[in-house]
DNA sequence: GTCTATAAGAAGATAGAC
DNA sequence: GTCTATCTTCTTATAGAC
């Protein structure tokens, strides 16, 4: 992982540079010279490294394919297995459930990578469809499948009376999902986000037992 | 209002055609000759109407303000006042909430104005922060403050356990959010959505009474 | 693999005729 | 209020020296 190297190649900070610009500006308000600067080099050396402008981007978009366990990853949890997960879960008290709710929104909301490339998808997922599966694919679908098989190992467990695992996946993280969207307009309000959080798993956790 | 109108003036076809443009590539992507081509005149005589690129897209941000009570009107409701708006669902029989939900759903997903509007801020909001803050502001604060508002008299009606309306808001709410946001990025997802919708409602309904 | 110089084109915007 | 012609600046990208 680039993140855990201490010296990154010009190519690595070419990524990372563009990755930064494309987050806040966007891939056309982000200028190939305003990249070479903040990596610091003139704007023709780029093209040594890259055929072009949107092949930075392409490259960005593999690189983030290819960080689908991030998630899983950021929970401590077993891969991706939500069933081996659920293992954990079952005889888990609340306080500790919410304590990996709340890391698992820090994370989101933190980890340099993860939420440079969430912004980026957010403000490119109209331009094409590609992009808009991507966005959906690592937001929502593979958030809700995860959850929603999760609920499924949990609702054989006696004390939750889960009768729809997807709706109940749904009911869990939607609110993670609006939250997160929300902090990431404004980092200021993240606080506020946390207790939030917090109160609606507390309530979740009521609610289904 | 503009939709309302059978014919537009000229100014008024910029700021529609350059809202559609914006929306789906963003203010920088989307070029002053795409918004004149698409209006049917040549790029100059758009500076007949607008100064600037940006006076066009500060006059969208005014129009958007000025529709702050587009979700009660999408409603059928009375004004903004959802204190009022609680009495009738006080005794309303939970077909009829659903009704309302999805309704309240499709305005927002089909509204012209109002979707269009809605892509153009979440593609925008991280280019600065007073669009961070209309965003915010239009598809998550005002619409929790107003459910939380409606829950608060809600909580009063007999037949319903709410402690907590904020959270029990957030609930509620969040799910529409990330739904709407599928939505936006994969149109073809919609009655899928709308299925979700209902059982989101219907659970929602049966956990809190 | 970096640089300077520069091309080739597109962008936002203006002048001035009609 | 529309047009053609034009300006200036910025953008992506290349050529070629070091």
């Given at each position: 992982?680039?993140?855990?190297?201490?010296?990154?190649?010009?190519?690595?900070?070419?990524?990372?540079?563009?990755?930064?610009?494309?987050?806040e500006q966007g891939y056309d308000a982000a200028s190939v010279a305003q990249i070479a600067e903040a990596v610091g080099i003139k704007p023709p050396s780029?093209?040594?490294?890259?055929?072009?402008?949107?092949?930075?981007?392409?490259?960005?978009l593999d690189v983030m394919k290819n960080r689908y366990d991030v998630l899983e990853k950021s929970m401590h949890l077993n891969g991706t297995d939500?069933?081996?997960?659920?293992?954990?879960?079952?005889?888990?008290?609340?306080?500790?459930?919410?304590?990996?709710g709340k890391r698992l929104f820090s994370f989101f909301l933190h980890d340099s990578y993860t939420s440079r490339f969430r912004k980026m998808l957010t403000i490119e997922q109209y331009r094409n469809k590609a992009l808009a599966q991507l966005y959906?694919?690592?937001?929502i679908d593979s958030a809700l499948e995860y959850q929603k098989t999760l609920f499924?190992?949990?609702?054989?467990?006696?004390?939750?009376?889960i009768t729809d695992p997807e709706t109940t996946?749904?009911?869990?993280?939607?609110?993670?999902?609006?939250?997160?969207?929300l902090c990431y307009a404004?980092?200021?309000?993240?606080?506020?986000?946390?207790?939030?959080?917090?109160?609606?798993?507390?309530?979740?956790?009521?609610?289904?037992?």
């Open positions: 992982m680039m993140t855990d190297t201490v010296q990154l190649s010009t190519k690595e900070r070419i990524l990372d540079c563009a990755l930064t610009l494309f987050s780029l093209y040594k490294h890259f055929k072009s402008k949107q092949e930075i981007f392409t490259a960005l939500a069933l081996k997960d659920a293992s954990r879960y079952e005889h888990m008290p609340d306080d500790e459930l919410i304590s990996i959906i694919q690592q937001y499924t190992a949990l609702a054989a467990a006696k004390n939750l009376h996946a749904i009911q869990f993280y939607a609110p993670i999902f609006m939250l997160l969207s404004d980092f200021s309000r993240e606080q506020e986000s946390l207790d939030r959080l917090e109160k609606h798993i507390r309530q979740f956790i009521k609610l289904y037992t």
